[in-house]
Structure formats: structure tokens, C-alpha cells
């Protein structure tokens, strides 16, 4: 006598039974994923405009300075000094490095361009309209901190907003490197303006600082 052939195991039953156990598991890993490695932010001003629009959406590399130094000409996310806030809720900004740690940075050349260690950033992305610095300044970026502004430069609370607006002084001017969240890497959102948000070549030609005298 032959045995019926044995049903399979599983089934629509099991797919069922294990659907919120898979579901927990990837509700962890996406929280994960997004403290440690990727997360979104929407841009909430003008500040990085014509770059960055209001509402527009980027993602950032979390891990990006985990593991290397910022570069002249990334955008990052950083939280933001208590000095720098019009409110409590507004924590994390979003700006350009323009100076790394020991560069000297001024504004401006006869071009009215500003320099990074004697070489003179050429800045397309600049607000149409305005100059590459609202004022003058004369700057050596402190050790372990960046120097960031706006590409909006005439409407940003950058480095240069808060150092004129702290009586020039360097260290409320610049942000510390273990504020930086993340390097933001790809404009995702509206899709008509998806963009991979890359360093502009003019920083490739900026020599290293010269060494403290």
C-alpha cells in the first residue's frame, strides 16, 4: 500500500504566523538605519537657496565623519550652538563648510571673491545677487572646529552672522567637529530636483593650511 504524499510543511498559515515577527524586524533595522547611517531632513528656510529650496528634502551620511574628516565644500546637518537659535526647537541647521580646521579664510579679494589660504573660491552657487560675503572678515578656523555659511549668504545664521553678532569672537563663530550629524549627500525630494549634492571643484584647488608659526 503507497502512503499519501505528506502535505508540505508551512504554508499560507506560517506566512501569517511569522508576518509580525518580520515586521518587528524591520521596524528595527529602519530605526537603525536612521540613528546611525541615513536619515532624512526637510530644509526649513531660505538659508541654502538656490541650492536648497524650503521643503526640499535631503539625506545624510551619519556615518560620514565617523569615519573621515569634513571636507572644504560639503553641506552638512550639525546641532546647532544654543547662540545660534532664534528658538529652543531649532536644532539642527544646515550650511556649507567653507574653512577646516587651522584655514585662513578672508573676505574678500579685489574679484570680491572670499579665499581659503590665498586661493579664491570661484562660488556659482551663490544666491543670484548677492556678494560672497555680506561683510568683510579676516579669520583662522580654531582647531577641531569648521567655519560654515549659507549659500544664501545675504539670509543665513551662519559663521559669519554669529561671529559679527558676538563680537567676533571664533569660537561662537564656528561649530565644533563633534556637532556635525552627517554630511548631506543626495537631494531626493521634489523628484524634479533630485541631485546628488557633490563638492563644487573650486575647494579641490585650495592648498592645506600653513603649518602655526
Known amino acids: 500500500m503507497i502512503d499519501e504524499e505528506k502535505k508540505p510543511r508551512g ?11 518580520l515586521l518587528v524586524v524591520a521596524l528595527v533595522v529602519a530605526l537603525l538605519v536612521r540613528q546611525f547611517v541615513v536619515q532624512t531632513f526637510f530644509i526649513p528656510t531660505g538659508s541654502m537657496e538656490q541650492t536648497l529650496l524650503v521643503d526640499n528634502r535631503v539625506l545624510v551620511n551619519k556615518l560620514a565623519y565617523e569615519f573621515g574628516e569634513p571636507a572644504r565644500g560639503e553641506i552638512v546637518v550639525f546641532e546647532a550652538p544654543l547662540t545660534w537659535r532664534s ?45 560672497m ?7 583662522t ?19 559669519l552672522a554669529n561671529y559679527n553678532g558676538h563680537n567676533q569672537d571664533i569660537m561662537q563663530a564656528t561649530i565644533p ?18 541631485t546628488w549634492l557633490t563638492v563644487p571643484e573650486t575647494f579641490a584647488a585650495v592648498p592645506g593650511p600653513s603649518p602655526a608659526a
Open 133 to 139: 560675503a555680506p561683510q568683510k572678515f579676516d579669520i
Open 177 to 194: 567637529l563633534e556637532a556635525l550629524v552627517g554630511r548631506a549627500f543626495v537631494l531626493f525630494w521634489p523628484f524634479g530636483r533630485a
Open 11 to 21: 504554508g499560507r498559515g506560517s506566512f501569517w504566523r511569522e508576518l509580525p515577527v
Open 141 to 159: 578656523v580654531p582647531a577641531g572646529r569648521v567655519w560654515v555659511m549659507g549659500d544664501h549668504r545675504e539670509a543665513s545664521a551662519d559663521s
Open 87 to 131: 528658538s529652543v526647537e531649532q536644532e539642527d541647521f544646515i550650511k556649507r563648510i567653507i574653512g577646516v580646521p587651522g584655514d585662513h579664510v578672508v573676505c574678500c579679494d579685489a574679484q570680491g571673491r572670499i579665499t581659503v589660504n590665498g586661493q579664491p573660491l570661484d562660488e556659482p552657487y551663490v544666491y543670484p545677487g548677492n556678494k
